[in-house]
């Protein structure tokens, strides 16, 4: 019961009100355009895990990594293969490694919270040239699926890889790449239904639940910039405690 006390503490009032608000919004749209059990599912699980994940909470990997699998299946089911693809090959391995490293490797001051990382510049080159040199063999590949909107899952598809990197690493980053790929796959949701296509509403709370995302992102964002420095105090203080000894 302590623990639990604990760990309500840890969350302000912005979150008492935004999170029951994402996920009610979420479960009265897709009840209204009468959205398939995925959809609906998903969007619950990927609002929660993601909002977690931006509190720095290590325990909200794992749910990462089951809203990653509802949107592998949904993506397929819908000709988005490169979405597909992404999550499945890319996606999903980095979060396990990120899972399996934060157990072998815990944050010796705070247990729950993600260790957060900082990319030297060889680094980030290594990691855009890598990108780059993907994304021009995936074009090909998604074109030869015959993938949906394939400039658009392209480039999609490279800053997943790089945002997934970025997220296993512990770098704060990686929400500056999910913001605008979340703004690329909403568009891709969108254009079912600007084009009428016959199960077009079923993708409504896929689609609100990205706008969540978005919303979640900038938060994330300022809350690990928070936590980076909140890490990075208590680490020049453990040094400076070493060297006084």
């Not at 609002?47 to 990653?68: C, E, P, Q, R, T």
């Not at 899952?153 to 890889?161: A, E």
């Amino acid at each position: 019961m302590t623990k639990f006390k604990q760990f309500l503490s840890k969350f302000n009032i912005f979150d008492y009100i935004f999170l029951p608000v994402a996920l009610i919004a979420a479960t009265v749209v897709s009840i209204v355009f009468k959205a398939d059990a995925l959809s609906t599912v998903y969007s619950i699980v990927g609002i929660l895990s993601l909002f977690l994940m931006s509190k720095g909470f290590f325990f909200a990997y794992f749910m990462v990594l089951v809203s990653y699998l509802l949107y592998t299946i949904q993506s397929y089911l819908n000709g988005l293969y490169g979405e597909a693809i992404i999550n499945l090959f890319i996606g999903i391995p980095l979060i396990i490694y990120a899972i399996i490293k934060g157990l072998m490797k815990k944050n010796k001051h705070n247990d729950d919270k993600v260790v957060m990382k900082k990319i030297k510049p060889l680094e980030w080159c290594l990691c855009f040239l890598v990108v780059a040199a993907i994304c021009v063999g995936t074009y090909f590949m998604l074109q030869a699926f015959n993938t949906k909107y394939l400039i658009l899952s392209t480039i999609n598809f490279g800053l997943c890889i790089l945002a997934n990197y970025l997220l296993a690493r512990g770098n704060f980053a990686n929400y500056i790449c999910f913001l605008i790929s979340n703004l690329l796959v909403i568009t891709m949701w969108l254009l079912p239904i600007l084009l009428e296509e016959p199960s077009g509403t079923n993708f409504v709370p896929i689609i609100v639940a990205f706008v969540t995302y978005i919303c979640i992102n900038v938060y994330g964002l300022i809350n690990w910039i928070k936590l980076s420095k909140k890490q990075k105090e208590k680490n020049n203080g453990i040094i400076s405690a070493s060297g006084q000894l």
